[in-house]
């Protein structure tokens, strides 16, 4: 599986952005998509994930309510669109990807990971 994250940049606070991550090699098997952010010193953490069929999200307290997760329906593609962004919201931020039907929140539990795309937003 390979995958390719887009759509960071640079956002004043308070406003948006949409982030995409393609994926190749999911053909013919469920794979759970998710989101995952990281910044300098800390542990990369758990932002969103979302299930093969697409009814099943979670979140991260800390963008609930402001983020939302979504693929399309060729399951090829997975989005975070992010609003009423935060400064505390600036990090690289990578989509994941794992094999399978479980939604799970841990990094480890995912084998394929995007290169990561730099989002930062200015207060």
């Known amino acids: 599986v390979q995958l390719q994250a887009s759509g960071g940049g640079l956002v004043q606070a308070g406003g948006s952005l949409r982030l995409s991550c393609a994926a190749s090699g999911l053909a013919f098997s469920p794979y759970v998509m998710a989101w995952f952010r990281q910044t300098p010193g800390k542990e990369r953490e758990f932002v969103a994930v979302i299930n093969w069929i697409g009814n099943t999200v979670l979140y991260a307290d800390s963008v609930k309510g402001r983020f939302t997760i979504s693929r399309d329906s060729a399951k090829t593609t997975v989005y975070l669109q992010m609003n009423s962004l935060k400064p505390e919201d600036t990090a690289v931020y990578y989509c994941?990807?794992?094999?399978?039907?479980?939604?799970?929140?841990?990094?480890?539990?995912?084998?394929?990971w995007g290169q990561g795309t730099l989002v930062t937003v200015s207060s």
């Open positions: 994941a990807a794992r094999a399978g039907r479980e939604v799970v929140v841990t990094t480890g539990a995912f084998g394929s």
